[in-house]
T-cell receptor, first 114, second 110 residues
């Protein structure tokens, strides 16, 4: 597709359940990023993937959060045992390697934990 | 990466120029200034970036002071669709981690 695609666009889940969020980057973009944005707040960096290199997981807030990426394609962000404070918009972005101006963001997944 | 300081909010009239300032007094010689914006309910969008020379593209102009300690993003003829949060970010060309601060919330008034 022409842009970064994220699914689902909205997700409501019960506290304690696991959720999986998906990101389809732009074809050819080797770098992929996940960010979290709580209501009224700025973007928080979560994790970065670049090709076959080890991902930068320094932004993951707890061990309940994990992410995977298959090669240079789809990525999934998994949140286990969701808590209410996990409620946020989760944004994915992709780019060519080291092209900071080439970040393209998806529209995000709005996660609500009830 | 150097930190930036931006006003919390600004407003301007539709059709007028919007000038958004950013202070980055601790910027290093190899750090670029990037501007992104986030329109409500959308992901951030790249606007422009520069090192030390002024830059212009179809969206905006970027004016960087000679000492590089501050810059101004200029939207020459603001429209209602330019209402958004504008983020000023500094990082090296080899960095990959965009760190978003609080940004400036720009309101364009009819």
């Amino acid at each position: 597709g022409a842009g970064v695609s994220q699914s689902p666009s909205n997700k409501v889940t019960e506290k304690g359940k696991d959720v999986e969020l998906r990101c389809d980057p732009i074809s050819g973009h080797t770098a992929l990023y996940w960010y979290r944005q709580r209501l009224g707040q700025g973007l928080e960096f979560l994790i970065y993937f670049q090709g076959n290199s080890a991902p930068d997981k320094s932004g993951l807030p707890s061990d309940r959060f994990s992410a995977e990426r298959t090669g240079e394609s789809v990525s999934t962000l998994t949140i286990q045992r969701t808590q209410q404070e996990d409620s946020a918009v989760y944004l994915c972005a992709s780019s060519f390697f080291r092209e900071n101006y080439g970040y393209t963001f998806g529209s995000g997944t709005r996660l609500t934990v009830v | 990466d150097a930190k930036t300081t931006q006003p919390t909010s600004m407003d301007c009239a539709e059709g007028r120029a919007a000038n958004l300032p950013c202070n980055h007094s601790t910027i290093s010689g190899n750090e670029y200034v990037y501007w992104y914006r986030q329109i409500h309910s959308q992901g951030p969008q790249y606007i422009i970036h520069g090192l030390k020379n002024n830059e212009t593209n179809e969206m905006a102009s970027l004016i960087i002071t000679e000492d590089r300690k501050s810059s101004t993003l200029i939207l020459p003829h603001a429209t209602l669709r330019d209402t958004a949060v504008y983020y000023c970010i500094v990082l090296t060309d080899s960095s990959y981690k965009l760190i978003f601060g609080s940004g400036t919330r720009l309101l364009v008034r009819p």
